[in-house]
């Protein structure tokens, strides 16, 4: 529970005990005033009912509203499983108000505003609290003078008090019903602050769940990038193997006919042209298997960052000849998440790969322009472009890991108008230049 | 050894014989409170009927004597509290009854008795009569009416005081006027009193009267029921009779030609009539206290006589005495009530103690057929004249507030006999005078 309503609890309990406090000594002490004075056997008649005996009510009232508060306390230090005991001890309370009560000849009906304050304040669980406020409500109603009179033959405070004169009747009805009020202003007040804490509770409650569900976000990307480490992983085991014993095995085939080349050179002419053949199929194979395994290994950029992997494929495609791929970087480049990277760079490997293979163009342009939320590449050439968009393995493979990234990507092409490629991946955070 | 250790050791041998302790005492106090019951009575000195008694607390100094020893086997004692005089007791006790400490038992008075009844101090008896073997005939039943409040019974009489008139014998004799017994009504006694009134000296004022001490108490109870409504919430009276009371009273008052009849004259031989109880009787009509007074005539009681629409009676004073809602020993302190009011032995003790009658009838009767009145040298009173006088009795209205209303009422009518000329107005004129008293909340004061 929060702590101003903790507070406004305890202000409550001292106003009552005030409150008790104040009848019982006033209807002890006017007693004796009343003998004092001689009245009496007038107050008797006055009375119409046999009063308690005087030293009982402070006595009874004040000790059964300490027991009360000492059930409080009590009630705080139980937890919610024991809910049962906090009623039981609640129902203790009701009987333990109708006894002060008594004491105070009804004259008060405030102690049970105060018993309905600690259901709310002391029991948690529902339907017990329910039947609790019914219980305080029962008493309240009940517990009036002009109820209960008439069964219990009871002297009303009122009697008491106007045994004085107006000059201490006055203060004495103020002191009174200032009290009360007090007592009610102060109830109010903690409904106020419950409905207050409660609102709290709910606009926390709703917070956690945002938090929550960022969290879980996070997680699937997390998930996705484990996937895409993994696959890189099995990649480069891939390329080793490749490398390590076809590579091997090739190469010794290679050297082994070289040696049956030059050995076939003196006899058999056939022999020697059909050895040169495999020789040459031999080694068109070991470089497609160098090619293959740079190609899988150059998740190079695993070790290097984006813009030199990229600059490398980029001179590695101008090595080959007539045909020129400018590169060109816009805004400021911010480090990228490695999926990031993996995905730009197959994207400009799978582009310029088709570009070279398919269009017969002359030159290609890579160009990446940063903004502050987004990156964009775009790989355009000068070739013979295409009536429409063939989407092989290459071109959905790469549409799907735009799209995973929250990307998304457009090709632009038409007959003679050469190939266009044109993506844009969100930037999930903002990095500074590498 | 370490002072941590010893500290250790003791505590653990003085909490537990501490609390052995506090059982123990607890234990003894409260046997001994049960096998010890002290009970307390409270009484006044003086009575209702304002005769004096010697030794006012004897009676029950020889009550809680023979009850203790009734009683010597159970331990049971009763303490007296004494002290107060008649008049201060209502006060004094409702001051005890406000601090809760009146005693167990208590004489009550008469104006105290509803109140105390309504608001729950006394304790309700029916519950403890029907347990106990005591049946209702023992009593006088007036008396035992008189400690009854809307049908319950919450005291119970101790001894009673019948009142009655008595006659100047040789005065009567002297004038040749004879009482008819058999027709004693108001008219009769309004023409004897006429003829024994008279200016003996010659002042043109009168000297010699019919009557001392007759008021309108004696008139109206003996043409009329009751004053009040029953729950004593307004006035109860019939109109007729009250007029012919008032009529009657006026008549009277007029005899006297406005000269007031002294206290004592009757002694000195110059009334014919008095208003007399059993108290006074037992005082003056017995040695040694009978050469004192009425000594030197011969005289008599006679009942009241009757109005025109009534039958003769009179008020009977009773001793009441009950007990606490809140004492701890009720059936003890009940035991005691039946004791006192009940107990053939104890009974004759009034008698003896008291210038009252006892209210047990058969101790009444043994006392009769004992000869113990002529052993005390007793004028003689004829057993029927006093069986009659008790049987037809009535008792005061025993609310607060009777006491001061009666006050106004006498004022009134006093008011309304003396100078009114028409008395038509009177009855209404009393009715709203009774009804307004009673409606007034409680600030009535003595007019």
Redesign the interface.
Known sequence: MDKPLGYVYYTILVLNLAIVSLFSLVMYQT??L??DA?Q?????????????????VPVYAISSFLLLALSGAVKRRLTESQAIVVFLLFLADIGLTFFIAYNLNFSYKGLFLFLGVGAFFFIANLPLRYLAIALVMLGYIFSDYDIISARL?LVSLQDYISFYGPSAQIPLYSIRSTLESLNLVFVILFFQFLIQSKIRENKEFIKVNNELSDKLHQLEILQVKLEESARLKERNRLAHEIHDILGHSLTSISTGLEACIELSKAGAAELHSRLKKIKSVTDRGLTDIRRSVRELKNDAIVQSSLLSALQELINDANALGDRGVGFIIVGNAVGLEDDEEQTVYRLVQESITNSLRHSGCRYIDVTLTYTEKQLTVCISDNGCGCREVHRHFGLEHIEERIALLGGSVVFDTAPEKGFRTFASIPLRKGRTLE | MSSGDSHRRWRVFFIPSLVILVILSVLGIANYRKNTVVLELALYSGNSWGVPQNFAYAIYDRAVEMFEERFADKGYRVVLRTGTMYKDY??W???L????KEPDMFLLIEE?FT??A????LERLDRYLDKSDLSPDVFFSNALEAGQYQGSQYSLPIGIVPSFLIVNNDLLDSLELVIDRDNWTWEQFYRLCEQITGDLDGDGAPDRFGVEGYDWHHAFYTNDDTLFNQTSTSAGFNDKRMAEMLTFLKQMHGLNKGVLVKEGLFEKGKVGFKTFNLSEFRVYGSYPYRILRYDDFDWEPLPFPSGPQGTSTSKLFTVQIGMS??SRYKDVAFEFLKFISSDEKFQHQIWEFSNMLPVNRNVFDSIYRSGVMQRDGMRPLDRQFIETVIANSYIDPDF?KYPVIDKYITQRIFTIIAQDDDLSHGVGDLRQLINELLADG?SLKTP
């Open positions: 007693t004796y009343v003998c001689d009496a056997r007038i107050f008797l008649e006055q009375a119409r009912y046999l009063p308690h005996i005087p030293w009982h033959n | 209502s006060e006790f409702a001051q009854v406000l601090k809760g105290d109140t105390y309504a608001i729950g101090l809602s809140r607060k409680y």
